[in-house]
Nanobody
Framework: QVQLVESGGGLVQGGGSLRLSCAAS????????MGWFRQAPGKERELLSA????????YYEDSVKGRFTITRDNGKNSVYLQMNSLKPEDTAVYYC???????????????WGQGTQVTVSS
């Protein structure tokens, strides 16, 4: 099994920044990719960004391109999401996820963190 623990959420004013962190433990050798998702009230969970664990390939959903940056630290088994120029519509619960394949499909992510709330005020 793989355990994921997120941190770094909170309340920020519009235009501000937050950095989310996700630390993986357990059988981390199973992880080939990690992603950040978010889910706003009444909406489906959506993939924001993904990173290939070994090669550094990255993906960004259109609404966050140029504002969010995903990075990884293999030595710490961690992935980060730097979020800049935050908007009220970014308000959601943010989840870290890990899977055995680099994918844009939510169903390919096998392990999930507990989620961290991000609230952006106007």
């Amino acid at each position: 099994q793989v355990q994921l623990v997120e941190s770094g959420g909170g309340l920020v004013q519009g235009g501000g920044s937050l950095r989310l962190s996700c630390a993986a433990s357990g059988r981390t050798s199973r992880i080939l990719a990690m992603g950040w998702f978010r889910q706003a009230p009444g909406k489906e969970r959506e993939l924001l960004s993904a990173i290939n664990w070994s090669g550094g390939r990255t993906y960004y959903e259109d609404s966050v391109k140029g504002r969010f940056t995903i990075t990884r630290d293999n030595g710490k088994n961690s992935v980060y999401l730097q979020m800049n120029s935050l908007k009220p519509e970014d308000t959601a619960v943010y989840y870290c996820a890990a899977g055995g394949t680099y994918s844009y499909n939510i169903n390919d992510y096998d392990y999930w963190g507990q989620g961290t709330q991000v609230t952006v005020s106007s």
